[in-house]
């Protein structure tokens, strides 16, 4: 048995991409070029509008296929694997220890810190909505055995409102996940994470840090080693460490930043 980790750009999503730009072709052929049942006015009319579904449609497919073979797993690129690896590398726990995974998806990141970790243990938390419907807890469950992975476990969760006490981690992570959640202060999500974190506990928080979702992150920093916290750097992933600049921009990950540190 192998793993199956998913790819952030559904299958589904660029196959009905790929059907709206057939359609929108087909049309203009049939409509809008031959003019079947149509006059000269209502072929324009058909024209624009099918030429613009089909290019705009294929276009859009094409950027998705792109970012597809950019995140597979199974890829040259491998680029997802290579963000959660990197990540887990900041992830550390005492013999003993407990760390949590906000938003895992379908179990990679809290796998590859269990894997990291077997003095320790890792526990994964999602809501696994309707956005992403393939990933589901028995999802993580089977990618933990097939990895051969026990020191890990899967439960419903909401990052707006963890639902552990304060201080119960040793260490705490999470991977593109807070930038999906509409509406939400994304100081307040890290404010919340960092709450059910041990004093001496870890952080690494990876996601598109833009200030337009996120606000002031050097503020942010700052703000938390008025805390007390310790070690807190913020680090642009887009700059060699994961990817370059203009991957970032060609695969829309611009602003992906690392937050990590100690409290």
Known sequence: MKADYKNWVPKGLIAALLAASATGGLCFAAFGAAGWGAGRTARIVWAVAAGTICAL????????????????????????????????????????????????????????????????????????????????????????????????????????????????????????????????????????TLRVLKKGGVFAIHDLMTPSRYGDMWEFVRELKRRGYEEVQLLDTTAGMFMSPAEARRLMLTGSALLTGRK
């Open 57 to 192: 449609c294929g276009l859009l497919a094409a950027q998705f296929i792109v970012m597809y073979r950019a995140f597979s797993y199974n890829g040259k690129r491998q680029l997802a694997r290579q963000i959660v690896e990197g990540t887990a590398r900041y992830v550390e726990l005492p013999p003993g220890g407990r760390g949590l995974d906000v938003g895992c998806g379908s179990g990679a990141l809290t796998i590859a810190c269990a894997k990291r970790n077997p003095q320790g243990s890792m526990l994964g938390v999602d809501r696994w909505g309707r956005e992403y419907a393939s990933y589901n807890k028995p999802l993580c469950e089977r990618n933990a055995a097939a990895e051969g992975t026990s020191n890990v476990g899967f439960a419903r969760g909401d990052a707006l409102k963890l639902d552990f006490p304060d201080e119960s981690f040793d260490a705490v992570t999470s991977n593109y996940v807070y930038h999906n959640v509409r509406g939400a202060d994304k100081q307040k999500l890290l404010l919340e």
